[in-house]
């Protein structure tokens, strides 16, 4: 039985759907001749035929009614949604089903669908719908969809078994949890009591002959919640020791926000969005040092640490908003222990 839900062609999608689709923002990339990047899959495009042509023939069998008759080369089914909207589907009974054709219903006019269809079909004696058919595009598009739906699984399963890894070692500080990575390495976490602060040591065993393993790394660092990429540090190998270590300092609001956060959410929703972790805006301009990258932070909507502790994504212009009193006191110490320096 097939299970791929039914869904439309790029040509029904374009020439006769997308001044009628409901969401704005694909309403307005569709009329630009646009496809929506492969995130969204065309049966779920914001249009109740399209929504009819799914949920009617993705496992549905056309009933004896539901034949189209007055084209017959190819074995066309019809697709209602209320009173106006109709389409015809492309029904094979172990193939995919492509909505090929949809319109509004006017009966007893010449501009209805129906209609139509069967004159843009009919040449003379001759009856040939193939103009309407799918071509290599839409299995493209399709195959494109599928694969990154599988990655974007892969990743989720990725993203769960770290941090379930991370969980079980801030749970017990000062007791390794490992975990066995896809391509064969081991991921080694220690959650290490160090006074005020706590190091949060990751370590990463991997074959880094030729480069290798260091893609790996940065798929775990950007799995860790409420981090900022300038704050891993990295211990490189020693002569007992052949893997580096890589290491961040957190403190207790850390730990408490990840076990909420994972408590609340669920590890699926944290997964997917690790900035869950990051403090709320307060308001205040703070001061980040000049090891992160705060330009891209704001292009790409990374996390930065700021001196005072706060992670966050920066959104704002922080030459509005007044400083922060404790990154100034930090500064200020700072500043004052290079003058005696």
């Given at each position: ?38 995130s969204v899959q065309l049966h779920e495009i914001a249009h109740p035929i399209v929504a009819a042509a799914r949920d009617r023939y993705t496992n ?13 080369d190819q074995p066309w089914v019809e697709c209602r949604h209320g009173e106006r909207w109709r389409g015809l589907v492309l029904w094979y009974p ?199 990258k705060v330009a891209a932070a704001y292009v790409e909507g990374q996390p930065v640490r700021a001196i005072c502790g706060r992670r966050f994504v ?28």
């Open positions: 039985m097939v299970t791929d839900p039914a869904r439309p062609t790029i040509r029904c999608l374009l020439d006769d759907l997308a001044n009628s689709v409901t969401d704005a923002r694909q309403r307005s990339a569709l009329l630009a001749g646009q496809l929506p990047d492969l549905g069998e056309p009933r004896a009614r539901d034949w189209f008759r007055s084209v017959r172990q193939a995919q089903r492509w909505l090929c054709f949809a319109g509004w219903h006017e009966f007893g006019s010449r501009d209805d669908v129906y209609e139509r269809f069967t004159q843009q079909c009919t040449t003379g004696s001759t009856i040939d719908s193939t103009r309407f058919l799918p071509v290599k595009d839409d299995e493209s598009r399709l195959l494109g969809e599928q694969r990154y739906s599988d990655l974007l699984t892969q990743k989720q399963r990725f993203n769960h078994e770290v941090l379930k890894c991370l969980l079980s070692a801030v749970s017990s500080p000062g007791i390794a949890s490992t975990l066995e990575l896809p391509d064969g390495s081991t991921m080694r976490v220690l959650l290490r009591p160090d006074g005020d602060l706590d190091e949060l040591t990751l370590q990463i065993k991997l074959d880094w002959r030729g480069g290798q393993g260091a893609a790996m790394v940065e798929r775990v660092k950007d799995t860790v919640p409420g981090i900022a990429t300038n704050e891993w540090d990295i211990i490189p190998p020693g002569p007992t020791d052949l893997d580096p270590i890589f290491l961040a300092y957190v403190d207790d609001q850390w730990v408490t926000q990840l076990t909420e956060a994972a408590a609340t959410h669920g590890l699926e929703v944290l997964g997917a969005n690790p900035n869950l972790l990051l403090d709320r805006s307060d308001g205040a301009a703070h001061f980040i040092p000049a090891s992160a920066p959104t704002a212009d922080p030459s509005t908003a007044p400083t922060c009193p404790e990154c100034q006191r930090i500064r200020e110490q700072i500043e004052q222990a290079h003058r005696v320096d």
